[in-house]
């Protein structure tokens, strides 16, 4: 990014368009980077980027996970890399850790003793914190790296997007129109840095019977006010589903031809 006229801070941050954007690693060479986003936490953005990594890689494409969400970190888990760390090459530079099926990770947790213990920092250490995972890590070339965003329109988010030249994001919401609001936030706030925004993928938007397959609104509508109100396009709607569920766990495959058509649709979309 190093539109000025589209950044809040525009005129009160002292820096120029030049000076802002963070410059990537010379080595790393990253085609494509998606934002996973919502302003709401606890929605699924994580489970869906975990699932989109893999989708992306399984088509054949190099792909890397950046774990945004500092104070939340869930991608060592849910890519099975639980009690690994992540080390220096030596020259200032992170090495990130490969998951089983050779994706590159990047999560604080992969740097952290005990992952129990909390990260306590003010904005500025976490926004930092951010944007040495984006510059020091060592991704070298990539297709895809995809931005597990923390949740709401804070500091790292203002970061990410300023910093890190997002092709776009992918909005992650309920049917629920109180989580509708909120996201609305998060898709207003990208509107105003210029970010694209592919689409809404609803997640928890159902549930199926495991007797008969009937599909069960839980929120008692199939769409929500984001979608509607908002016209941004709808990627899919993701069930209430105990193999993504699982996942968090760091184990698992999801086999519902239903889930995996939705992440065929969202890598249409991107690529
Ligand atoms: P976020 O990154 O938005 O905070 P997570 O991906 O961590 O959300 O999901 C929050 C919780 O909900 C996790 O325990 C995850 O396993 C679970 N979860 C997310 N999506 C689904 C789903 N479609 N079906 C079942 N559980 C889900």
């Given amino acids: 990014m190093s539109d000025c006229n589209s950044c809040p801070s525009k005129g009160k941050c002292g820096s120029s368009s030049e000076s802002c954007g963070k410059k990537n690693n010379p080595l790393n060479k990253v085609k494509k980077v998606i934002g996973v986003m919502s302003g709401k936490g606890g929605v699924g953005k994580s489970t869906i980027s975990a699932v989109l990594a893999r989708t992306l890689k399984n088509k054949g494409y190099s792909v890397g996970l950046l774990d945004a969400d500092i104070t939340g970190p869930s991608a060592v888990r849910l890519m099975g890399l639980r009690g690994e760390h992540a080390y220096g090459d030596g020259n200032g530079n992170i090495l990130p850790v490969e998951s089983k099926d050779g994706i590159k990770v990047m999560s604080l947790n992969l740097m952290m003793d005990d992952e129990n213990q909390p990260v306590i920092w003010r904005g ?3 926004s930092s914190c951010v ?13 895809y790296l995809i931005i597990d965003m923390p949740p709401g329109t804070g500091d790292v988010t203002l970061t990410v997007m300023q910093s890190i030249p997002l092709s776009g994001v992918i909005m992650v919401s309920l049917p629920q129109d109180m989580v509708g609001m909120i996201v609305t936030k998060s898709l207003n706030m990208a509107r105003m840095l210029n970010i694209p925004v592919y689409g809404v993928v609803q997640n928890m938007s ?3 019977c495991p007797h008969c397959g009937e599909k069960i609104n839980i929120f008692g509508s199939d769409t929500s006010s984001i979608v509607l109100e908002q016209g941004i396009p709808l990627l899919g ?3 209430t589903n105990a193999d993504l569920a699982a996942l968090s766990g760091g184990s698992g495959e999801v086999s519902d031809p ?4 939705v992440f065929e649709n969202i890598v249409k979309t991107i690529e």
Avoid: C, H, N, R
């Avoid at 944007?131 to 297709?143: H, I, K, M």
């Avoid at 239903?258 to 058509?261: A, C």
């Fill in 131 to 143: 944007t040495q995972f984006w510059s020091e890590t060592l991704w070298g070339e990539l297709d």
């Fill in 237 to 239: 709607e993701l069930p």
């Fill in 258 to 261: 239903e889930i995996l058509q």
């Fill in 124 to 126: 500025a250490m976490l």
């Fill in 206 to 208: 159902y549930v199926k």
